[in-house]
């Protein structure tokens, strides 16, 4: 079983609509991260939370250490909203998910 | 506060040729660690380096090597380049292992 699952791998959406993508694990970690990656683009670190919810823009993480789950939500979402979403583990090393790749269209 | 820098941001190379990566990671961080991401394909791990030391190895072959300097900065180095290593190669760091930061990546073409 893998420690971290992403789930949708895949997520097409309208203009406006709003966005979850879900994170499940399966170890102990000190923070998760969400990152971004735009097609043939480099990553960019979009939270990293350790307890509750953060909030940057129309972005919201939130974390449930007890649950092993973590959701990223974008409200009002946006064709450049298009990219992958990844979510990495602290542990005592990072652990990637293999990433939710969205395209939000016009 | 500066983040990690890396640099270059992207690079042609051809087959045969070898390549530098550089990363300069946030002040007072002393451990680096590379990351393989190649199109289709999650992050893989290649290596992490705390205080000059490399402390882990992912499974890459030993074309891939690395090094970092007293300062922290690190480099990476890939000799013989094959076309399969056309990939992102992303940088993290943190101040022992713990409470990363990340590079925005170099993305390397092999031609």
């Known amino acids: 079983k893998n420690e971290v699952e992403q789930s949708p791998q895949n997520l097409t959406a309208q203009e406006g609509e709003f966005i979850t993508i879900n994170c499940s694990y399966s170890?102990?970690?000190?923070?998760l991260h969400w990152l971004q990656q735009h097609p043939g683009g480099g990553i960019v670190s979009l939270f990293m939370?350790?307890?509750g919810k953060k909030k940057h823009g129309r972005l919201i993480a939130t974390i449930n250490i007890q649950e092993k789950h973590s959701s990223l939500h974008i409200t009002a979402s946006h064709p450049r909203d298009s990219a992958v979403y990844i979510c990495?583990?602290?542990?005592?090393?990072?652990?990637f998910g293999t990433g939710t790749r969205l395209q939000v269209f016009p | 506060k500066a983040g990690v820098t890396q640099t270059p941001r992207y690079l042609i190379k051809t087959r045969g040729q070898q390549v530098t990566l550089s990363c300069s990671p946030i002040s007072g961080h002393r451990s680096v660690s590379w990351y393989q991401q190649t199109p289709g394909q999650g992050l893989q791990f290649l290596f992490e380096?705390?205080?000059?030391?490399?402390?882990n190895k992912g499974n890459f072959p030993g074309r891939f090597s690395g090094r970092q300097f007293s300062n922290s900065r690190s480099e990476m180095n890939v000799s013989t380049l094959e076309l399969g290593d056309s990939a992102l190669y992303l940088c993290?760091?943190?101040?022992?292992?713990?409470?990363?930061?990340f590079g925005s990546g170099t993305r390397l073409t092999v031609v």
């Open positions: 380096y705390f205080s000059e030391t490399q402390r």
């Open positions: 939370l350790s307890s």
């Open positions: 170890v102990g970690i000190s923070a």
């Open positions: 990495a583990l602290n542990t005592d090393k990072l652990i």
């Open positions: 993290v760091s943190s101040p022992t292992g713990d409470g990363y930061t």
